[in-house]
């Protein structure tokens, strides 16, 4: 069974300009959640797709948003990029079930110069 | 909101020896998710242990093993016979019961592990 493919694995962007993020889940998994992980801040939730619907949202400002497609692929975007938002990015998704763990992607690190 | 502390920035340990990692977090609910996860160098995020608050016996996976204090809210991750695979950032983790509330996971800022030979 393949793990969680997040492309591309390294991005580099210029400030102002905006980029975009995509994850495919596990074969089956409905939910997809993504994190932005930096050296200052840790690991943040920015949100959760499940069957299409964002289900959650962390506190992030209105220029990170996400969408998932029909096949539980998702997109992460961000739009007019600053420094701040150079980070690795990582990508989990989830079965069904309560206690199910997440599995996470190897992420993508986007700097942003 | 939750709020998950772990103390230890870096710890280290010998080969072969044993090492707990701190764990304590802040929730009002009474049923919910702890994790811990690894992360190498390679970045992938590995789950090691999961613990189910409902459940008084404290999960054990292999040379892993937590002791669950939840009237403490902690959650410390031992570590026996330690090898040098285990060399890795560690993460405490909660989250709340399924159901709307979803799968978004609380992390915390993580515990530099160091293996010596």
């Known amino acids: 069974k393949a793990g969680v493919t997040q492309t591309p694995r390294y991005l580099i962007k210029t400030r102002g300009q905006q980029v975009t993020l995509s994850c495919s889940p596990i074969s089956g998994h409905r939910s997809v959640s993504w994190y932005q992980q930096t050296p200052g801040q840790g690991l943040q939730f920015l949100f959760e797709y499940f069957s299409e619907t964002q289900r959650n949202k962390g506190n992030f400002p209105g220029r990170f948003s996400g969408r998932q497609f029909s096949n539980s692929r998702s997109e992460m975007n961000v739009s007019t990029l600053e420094l701040g938002d150079s980070a690795l990015y990582l990508c989990a998704s989830s079965g069904t079930g309560g206690g199910t763990e997440a599995f996470f992607g190897q992420g993508t690190r986007l700097t942003v110069v | 909101a939750q709020t998950v502390t772990q103390s230890q920035p870096e710890m280290s340990v010998q080969e072969a020896e044993t090492v707990t990692l701190s764990c304590t977090y802040d929730?009002?609910?009474?049923?919910?998710?702890l994790f811990w996860y690894k992360q190498p160098p390679s970045r992938q995020m590995i789950l090691v242990i999961r613990q189910e608050a409902y459940k008084q016996q404290n999960a054990t996976e292999n040379r892993f093993s937590v002791n669950f204090q939840k009237a403490a809210k902690s959650f410390s991750l031992k570590i026996s016979d330690s090898q040098l695979g285990d060399a890795a950032m560690y993460f405490c983790a909660y989250r709340r019961i399924n159901g709307n509330s979803g799968y978004a996971l609380n992390f915390g800022k993580g515990t530099s592990l160091l293996v010596t030979p």
């Open positions: 929730t009002s609910e009474s049923d919910y998710y």
